[in-house]
């Protein structure tokens, strides 16, 4: 009996010491990862830090950041407030609102000629996205967000330059009149809009086409070139501005469009003293998954801090506020307003693949479609 019990007790023993070993062994080979991805990243020019506390440390003694931001005044001071309070350290921050062709053109040229000094974060608007992207600093983002070094969402980082983030997302979502059309009438898919009773002026278009350019990752260019055609022999009525056209359906002078920004619907209903204005949401969802990019330039004289920040945007908290003042958190963030907009749904994601090649895709689609000029 005592020879049976000291048996049990001594496989025991050994079992509990050969599960020490095993997570033993397993700490240090999650420890050791960082590290390796660490001198990978080196050898090819990166920077890369093993651990958030270091990077934390160094941002204690740089103290100050200056962001260049694509969000509206309401949404950057309370990212300021709360990322101020996150990291109390950071005692001098410093947020501008930038957007226009032309303030974007002034800021490369700022860069070209190495005057871009003020600034540590500079807003890239996806047009200009490619001749900004040799004036950031190498930071390996991707790699330091899949092995937990910062909180972003992998998915959030440019998979090539592997330095450029982007946090917003925008959804395209059809709106019409309720009153003007039963719900029942409105296209349940896109191939809807070509029906013989949707021909001749019983729809608005942007003469930017903005939607059918989201549609190329999930239809390819060339089926999206033939419904380009296809839609601009509907003969619609070609209009610009979304929320100038989706306003005038609001106000009962047409029925529906072909698309809006789910946030900029949003922003319309919620003024809509009718409440007629409603919307359709039809697969393949367009969905432009990253519709901007912020990175850090080289230039920059708080790094550090600038990595912090990036990763406070990506967090559920920063997420949260720009959703709270502008609906347009990333789709990749779950519980955010896309994210429930388009859940279950199909959706064609322009990703990081599509985005650099997206104003091609446009620019193609508008000749398909006999470049339209919007009607007074």
Known sequence: ????????????LTLLF?????????????????????????????????????????????????????????????????????????????????????????????MKSGQAME????????????????????????????HGVLKIDPRMVHPGERNIIGVISTVKVVPYNRKLIS???????????????FKGRKFLMDIRPIELGALVPAWGLERTLDFARKIAAQQPVWARGATRYTTAIAAGEYSFAASINFSVLKQIMSKD???????KTIEPVPTRAIDDGNGILNTASHP??????????????????????????????????????????KLSLVDWDHVTKF?????KISAAQGFPKAEK
């Open 119 to 146: 600034w540590d974060i500079v807003h890239l608007p996806l047009d200009f996205a490619k001749a900004y992207m040799p004036y950031l600093m190498k930071h390996e983002i991707l790699g330091m967000a899949k």
């Open 183 to 197: 719900e029942d009438k409105v296209p349940a898919q896109w191939e809807d809009f070509l029906k013989p009773e």
């Open 273 to 279: 003293p009718t409440g007629n204005l409603s919307y």
């Open 359 to 363: 104003e091609e895709y446009v620019k």
């Open 18 to 110: 050969l599960l020490l070993m095993l997570t033993a062994t397993h700490a240090v080979a999650a420890s050791s990862d960082p590290v390796k991805a660490k001198k990978e990243a080196e050898a090819k020019g990166y920077i890369f830090f093993a651990t958030h506390d270091e990077i934390v440390a160094m941002a204690k003694k740089e103290g100050k950041l200056r962001v260049m931001i694509g969000l509206e005044p309401q949404t950057s001071k309370p990212l300021m407030n709360a990322f101020k309070q996150k990291y109390p350290f950071i005692t001098d921050l410093h947020v501008q609102e930038i957007s226009g062709t032309e303030a974007y053109q002034r800021v490369l040229l700022e």
């Open 304 to 345: 550090h801090a600038a990595l912090l920040w990036f990763e406070f945007l990506a967090s559920p908290e920063g997420q949260e506020i720009i959703d709270k003042y502008e609906l347009e958190a990333s789709v990749f963030t779950p519980g955010s307003v896309h994210e429930q907009v388009t859940r279950g749904k």
């Open 1 to 12: 009996m005592k020879t049976a019990v000291l048996n049990k007790i001594v496989v025991s």
